[in-house]
């Protein structure tokens, strides 16, 4: 268990719509981190948050959107979605910047109809 | 643009031999290196790191070689138990862009055979 939860674990929706994933992070860990892993290939990173403020973007939609709340949970938003954007989600966490390891939740497996 | 290459899909290997998972990768501001365990419906589990000025780092059973020259990893997994059989991914990190979000490997799916 790296501490480190997401909710829900599996979600399944249909095009067009919007939901929000959630992550709790480590207890102390002030970055959280969202990557996207899509069938058959490696983990995409999409954006990080670092004490509630966005410190880097990946290959993230402007669909997409997250945030990261005073008591540093972190929320995903995917809206309008579309087929491709079934995916596992993760959400990793470390305390600083720099040389960290990052750990990671279960994921969130999002299948879009 | 995969900037980090595993280019072997799966491995496997007889328990108690040695497992050798390597990982090339193309960003020379990559300085921070790391190897992820994965097994299935569960996230990625931390195994080891390294730092651009070592060459090696050990943890018990598991060595991580880096050749900055070849720009090449391996990880190193000797003996190799049963429980050791997942998907292993490599990633890299370059913290002085200001920012240390990783960029993985494919992947490659350990199989150790009792």
């Known amino acids: 268990d790296s501490g480190v939860t997401q909710t829900p674990k599996h979600l399944i929706t249909a095009t067009g719509q919007r939901v929000t994933l959630r992550c709790s992070p480590r207890?102390?860990?002030?970055?959280v981190y969202w990557y996207q892993q899509s069938l058959d290939q490696g983990l995409q990173f999409l954006i990080q948050y670092y004490n509630g403020e966005e410190r880097a973007k990946g290959n993230i939609l402007e669909r997409f959107s997250a945030q990261q709340f005073p008591d540093l949970h972190s929320e995903l938003n995917l809206s309008s979605l579309e087929l491709g954007d079934s995916a596992l989600y993760f959400c990793?966490?470390?305390?600083?910047?720099?040389?960290?390891?990052?750990?990671f939740g279960p994921g969130t497996r999002l299948t879009v109809l | 643009d995969q900037q980090v290459k595993q280019n072997s899909p799966s491995l496997s290997v007889q328990e108690g031999r040695i497992s050798i998972l390597n990982c090339d990768y193309t960003?020379?501001?990559?300085?921070?290196f790391l190897w992820y365990k994965k097994y299935p419906a569960e996230g990625p589990t931390f195994l080891i790191s390294i730092s651009s000025i070592k060459d090696k780092n050990e943890d018990g059973r598991f060595t991580v070689f880096l050749n900055k020259s070849a720009k090449h990893l391996s990880l190193h997994i000797v003996p190799s138990q049963p429980g050791d059989s997942a998907v292993y991914f490599c990633a890299a990190s370059a913290s002085q862009t200001g920012a240390n979000n990783l960029f993985f490997g494919t992947g490659t799916r350990l199989t150790v055979i009792p």
């Open positions: 960003n020379s501001m990559f300085d921070y």
């Open positions: 207890s102390g860990d002030l970055s």
């Open positions: 990793a966490s470390s305390f600083r910047q720099g040389y960290n390891e990052q750990f």
